[in-house]
């Protein structure tokens, strides 16, 4: 008879989750035990990088990912990069190894007797199975759950359970799929709206780019002239930042956003919440006389949101109805140029960092971005206009950048990829390093150095608190942390330096550590 860990890695097989993410303690070698040859198992040094890796290589796939974490305590350290998965809508699974049955209620060592309250309200869905029959059936739910939620799940299995045998009934071999298809009504009266208004605007959201719709909401936009904006704080760029229909990144605050919007008569809101703010600045969530219309498959952030109205449903088809039913206009296409960047005066200005990399990289290029402070001076200097091209953490959670680097790389090793980090956003997934070292994963990593937490400190002169410890980070050498990890580093301090580094073509992780003056966000 087939044992629970067989029909666990069948169905793991049959879906396509080849490819698990890990860091293994006791309680999880009985389920890694007798890997199918054809599995990859890519170890990280840490639980937070793991899931920072695994985040990555499933937004660059567009499929669910396997993360295999250790009971609470490796649990715990996944959870501040797993709010970045869960704000980025990540299907990830998680799987944790439990004490054997008997020794859970003794709180024997490695026990987690709330296993399923751990990483809640974090996941969409947590479990462990009542018996070891039904280890497969629960494995298939967290799956199923992470892929139709699109948000993590966790799964916690008393190791004792994978060795058990199993009946035939324990096999899982079905298919669970969604479909938030609007109706022809819904359709017919979201086309009237936009047709009658007289000075709509668009704003897209990262989940546009993550469902693969940028080139339909660039042709929308053109199509209807559309002013558009992008939702704040993305996580992903659902829209070519230098199109002449661009009108930037929306600012993250309820009264910025009013002003923004101010003059539009309808505003369409395609695939984000609205709104996820940042700074508190209070105010009119709208300005008096706009109508909002929001179209996400995501529940929540429906009905959440404090104003406007909501469809749920996919957005896809809300794109091809409207370029299918409204007439095209006049329309300004095209694009607009970069402004000559910033000069630092003692180091380099990020701008300069910036325009060297759109310069030299190429067009496809994915770019990890995690230098917060850096924003403006990121949006002002690059030119993106390919899907996929972006990725933020998404919680604002620190640590994403190294590791989903490595994952983007790993999930689509057609494409360059470039990590863009802070030198103290980098600390927190360093390890990622050494992942990228023994997987030979060919990512550029730019490191911007500039010794002090500089989106920390215009936080404080925002809060009027400018005199608070903790926001200097001097004396760090990244190029020393690198070749420790075995992966190639140099220190850059002058543009022409940087570009010709920039220019070299890697066939492996190599990381550029760039001098840079301090900037705020803003």
């Not at 002013?227 to 229909?245: E, G, I, K, Q, Y």
């Amino acid at each position: 008879m087939p044992t629970a860990r067989r029909l666990a890695h069948e169905f793991l097989d049959r879906r396509g989750l080849t490819t698990i993410f890990g860091n293994p303690g006791s309680n999880e070698l009985p389920f890694l035990a007798e890997l199918p040859e054809h599995f990859r198992y890519v170890l990280g040094l840490h639980e937070g990088v793991v899931v920072g890796m695994a985040d990555g290589y499933a937004q660059a796939t567009g499929r669910p990912v396997l993360v295999n974490l250790h009971a609470a305590a490796g649990s715990g350290n996944a959870m501040g990069a797993l709010t970045n998965a869960v704000h980025s809508r990540t299907p990830l699974v998680l799987t944790a190894g439990q004490q054997v049955r008997t020794a859970i209620g003794l709180e024997a060592m490695l026990a987690n007797t709330e296993a399923t309250q751990l990483m809640r309200p974090l996941v969409a869905w947590a479990g462990e199975p009542s018996c070891a029959a039904d280890v497969p059936r629960s494995l298939a739910q967290a799956v199923f759950e992470a892929e139709l939620n699109r948000r993590p799940t966790y799964l916690s299995v008393p190791y004792d359970d994978w060795a058990a045998e199993l009946d035939e009934n324990a096999v899982i071999d079905r298919q669970v799929r969604a479909g938030l298809a609007p109706t022809e009504a819904q359709l017919d009266e979201l086309v009237a709206t936009i047709a009658a208004a007289k000075n709509p605007a668009l704003v897209l959201g990262g989940d546009v780019d993550a469902g693969g719709l940028f080139d339909r909401a660039v042709a929308l936009a053109e199509h209807l002239d559309l002013p558009t904006w992008v939702a704040p704080s993305p996580h992903r760029l659902p829209f070519p930042n230098r199109h002449r229909l661009f009108r930037g990144v929306l600012p993250a605050g309820i009264a910025p956003v009013s002003a923004a919007l101010t003059g539009h008569d309808v505003v369409l809101v395609l695939g984000a919440p609205v709104f996820r703010y940042h700074q508190h600045v209070p105010g009119r969530f709208l300005p008096a006389g706009t109508r909002l219309i929001q179209v996400t498959d995501d529940f929540g952030a429906a009905a959440r949101a404090p104003m406007g109205e909501a469809l749920v449903a996919d957005p896809a088809p809300v794109i091809e109805a409207l370029l299918k039913k409204i007439p095209a206009k006049e329309t300004a296409r095209g694009y607009v140029e970069n402004p000559e960047p910033r000069t630092g005066e003692k180091a380099l200005h990020p701008e300069q960092v910036f325009a060297a990399l759109r310069d030299t990289q190429a067009g496809d290029t994915r770019y990890v971005v995690e230098s917060t402070s850096t924003n403006s001076a990121w949006w002002r200097q690059m030119d993106l206009r390919r899907e996929g091209s972006y990725f933020f953490p998404a919680a604002g959670g620190l640590g994403f950048g190294l590791p989903a680097a490595v994952g983007v790389a790993m999930g689509d090793p057609d494409r360059p990829v470039v990590g863009v980090v802070g030198d103290g956003s980098a600390n927190y997934g360093i390890t990622a390093l050494w992942s990228a070292a023994h997987y030979r994963v060919p990512v550029t990593f730019v490191i911007l150095r500039n010794g002090v937490y500089g989106a920390l400190r215009w936080f404080g002169e925002l809060l009027g608190t400018p005199d608070v410890p903790g926001t200097e980070i001097p004396g760090l050498d990244f190029t020393a942390i690198a070749a420790g990890y075995g992966v190639e580093a140099t220190t850059v301090t002058d543009e022409d330096h940087l570009r010709t580094q920039l220019k070299t073509i890697p066939d492996g992780p190599r990381l550029i550590q760039v001098d840079t003056e301090p900037t705020s966000p803003e």
